[in-house]
């Protein structure tokens, strides 16, 4: 059974930075794209950033030069670094990965909470 599981979320003054982490328990984890996507009340899940197998990155344009993602497939494990954090970067983020095949799976979410 796949399960992702993100962590690193919290509550952090405008300005500030933090890291999210994605475990994920998944055979094959390098042939999979990850994304990180983020839902605010009221809102929809958005997609912020990608990366693909090879490495490939993109994100959306609102936090590019802020968010970086990565990913270390030795440890089935992506991330997530945001830096500058905004209080519209408040929201529940959630970690996904895209098979090769259609499949899509998903994390339960961590809560990022940008205020001061």
């Known amino acids: 059974q796949v399960q992702l599981v993100e962590s690193g979320g919290g509550l952090v003054q405008p300005g500030g930075s933090l890291r999210l982490s994605c475990a994920a328990s998944i055979t094959r984890f390098n042939i999979y794209a990850m994304g990180w996507y983020r839902q605010a009340p009221g809102k929809q899940r958005e997609l912020v950033a990608r990366i693909t197998p090879g490495g490939s990155t993109n994100y959306a344009d609102s936090v590019k030069g802020r968010f970086t993602i990565s990913r270390d497939n030795a440890k089935n494990t992506g991330y997530l670094q945001i830096n500058n954090l905004e209080p519209e970067d408040t929201a529940v983020y959630y970690c996904?990965?895209?098979?090769?095949?259609?499949?899509?799976?998903w994390g339960q979410g961590t809560q990022v909470t940008v205020s001061s």
């Open positions: 996904n990965v895209e098979g090769p095949f259609g499949q899509w799976y």
